[in-house]
């Protein structure tokens, strides 16, 4: 699997991988605002370490940050 880099082009997962992670812990909640990005394509402009060393990016257009198991590097 490639890893996601500051810069590199991603799309965000499908609704059901998105609807999935809504019954996960509610830190690791999609908010309401990402679920319109489901399938949509950005690029990554940001970069944080999150709870338990997880990645977060941040999306050109997209609102709130995104855990690397949401996003697939195209």
Same mark, same amino acid.
């Given at each position: 699997?490639?890893?996601?880099? =500051? ?10 991988? =998105? ?5 996960? *812990? ?28 997880? *990645? ?14 949401? =996003?697939?590097?195209?």
């Amino acid at each position: 699997m490639k890893r996601i880099h =500051l810069g590199a082009r991603v799309r965000v997962v499908g609704t059901e991988a =998105l609807r999935e992670a809504l019954r996960g *812990s509610v830190d690791h909640r999609p908010e309401p605002a990402q679920m319109l990005w489901a399938d949509r394509r950005s690029s990554v402009v940001g970069f944080q370490r999150g709870d338990g060393g997880r *990645s977060l990016f941040t999306l050109a257009d997209a609102p709130g940050l995104w855990p690397e198991e949401w =996003l697939e590097p195209i």
